[in-house]
């Protein structure tokens, strides 16, 4: 997948619904705050689900982010890289439910080639 956001100018009644609502599914967690933006963030089954939101030039933007295990993965390996350049770190091991969706595809390919 990678990452899909959902972005918007939105009032404070919209913003608090946003909020709420994800507050109920997910948990209340944290806010954090960097500058004028500021963030919630869950983190379930090898995704993070964040919520992020500042005020520029008098306007209230809000975007919510799903980003994948994988990119989640990548950017941990490579900000532990930046930290520990002269360490190496193993690959993590392959997704297994891909490799076996990959392998089920093969299958299927090649009773389709022999039929």
Do not use: C, F, K, N
């Amino acid at each position: 997948m990678g990452i899909l956001t959902v972005s918007s100018d939105l009032d404070g009644p919209a913003l608090d619904q946003w909020r709420s609502q994800l507050e109920r599914d997910y948990g209340t967690v944290g806010a954090r705050v960097q500058g004028t933006q500021w963030m919630l963030q869950w983190v379930r089954h090898r995704q993070m689900l964040r919520l992020t939101w500042r005020i520029d030039q008098g306007r209230q933007t809000a975007s919510v982010s799903l980003v994948d295990g994988r990119v989640l993965d990548d950017w941990g390996r490579r900000r532990w890289q930046r930290r520990h350049p002269s360490d190496s770190i193993p690959a993590p091991p392959a997704d297994s439910s891909a490799a076996a969706s990959d392998s089920s595809a093969a299958a299927s390919d090649s009773s389709a080639a022999a039929s």
